[in-house]
T-cell receptor
Framework: DTGVSQDPRHKITKRGQNVTFRCDPI?????LYWYRQTLGQGPEFLTY????????KSRLLSDRFSAERPKGSFSTLEIQRTEQGDSAMYLC????????????FGPGTRLTVT | GESVGLHLPTLSVQEGDNSIINCAYS??????FIWYKQESGKGPQFIID?????DKRQGQRVTVLLNKTVKHLSLQIAATQPGDSAVYFC????????????FGEGTQLTVNP
């Protein structure tokens, strides 16, 4: 499978715990995006990387959210001190080099905070 | 503020009929649009895209129409099949946004056999 992959697919955690999600983009794609989707809504942009540089993070929901892409390949999204309102689907997408705008999404990580 | 919205939350059609899903966008600076299909429990699946310098683009069984005058986008699905049942989102982006996508709320398409 050469698409975007995400791990884990499901995560159940207790309020106050930290969680980390991983995204592996399509191999030749240098841009990587994180989105959050709640039930019945469209995905909401969080942050994105071009190679290892995080070019926008102002849309991260709070300072409890952080993302990294240390080697310009896979990325991680961490949520510290989870709250019940963090329960959502976290989606990763990747995109080819500049000049092509289409984004291809992974299957998502479903987070449930109890 | 910026938003991309859809006219109808649900659409029900008979198998074999053509489907038309509509989308209105508010940002006239948007220059690229994508339609996604999302099945339950899965990530959005790219269907077709269109740039603002075009008004029509065709794919396999799908056509996207763009009317920049009224800021309206539509997805036409020919000979709709049960496997087309899903939520459909339009998304838009513009060059200065880093290509981040702004999504609408989606239309649930149900195809009845």
């Amino acid at each position: 499978d050469t698409g975007v992959s995400q791990d884990p697919r499901h995560k159940i955690t207790k309020r106050g715990q930290n969680v980390t999600f991983r995204c592996d983009p399509i191999s030749e794609h240098n841009r990587l995006y994180w989105y959050r989707q709640t039930l019945g809504q469209g995905p909401e942009f969080l942050t994105y990387f071009q190679n290892e540089a995080q070019l926008e993070k102002s849309r991260l929901l709070s300072d409890r959210f952080s993302a990294e892409r240390p080697k310009g390949s896979f990325s991680t999204l961490e949520i510290q001190r989870t709250e019940q309102g963090d329960s959502a689907m976290y989606l990763c997408a990747s995109s080819p080099p500049l000049g092509q705008y289409e984004q291809y999404f992974g299957p998502g990580t479903r987070l449930t905070v109890t | 503020g910026e938003s991309v919205g859809l006219h109808l939350p649900t659409l029900s059609v008979q198998e074999g009929d053509n489907s038309i899903i509509n989308c209105a966008y508010s940002n006239s600076a948007s220059d690229y649009f994508i339609w996604y299909k999302q099945e339950s429990g899965k990530g959005p699946q790219f269907i077709i895209d269109i740039r603002s310098n075009m008004d029509k683009r065709q794919g396999q069984r799908v056509t996207v129409l763009l009317n920049k005058t009224v800021k309206h986008l539509s997805l036409q699905i020919a000979a709709t099949q049960p496997g087309d049942s899903a939520v459909y989102f339009c998304a838009e982006t513009k060059p200065t946004s880093g290509s981040r996508l702004t999504f609408g709320e989606g239309t649930q398409l149900t195809v009845n056999p």
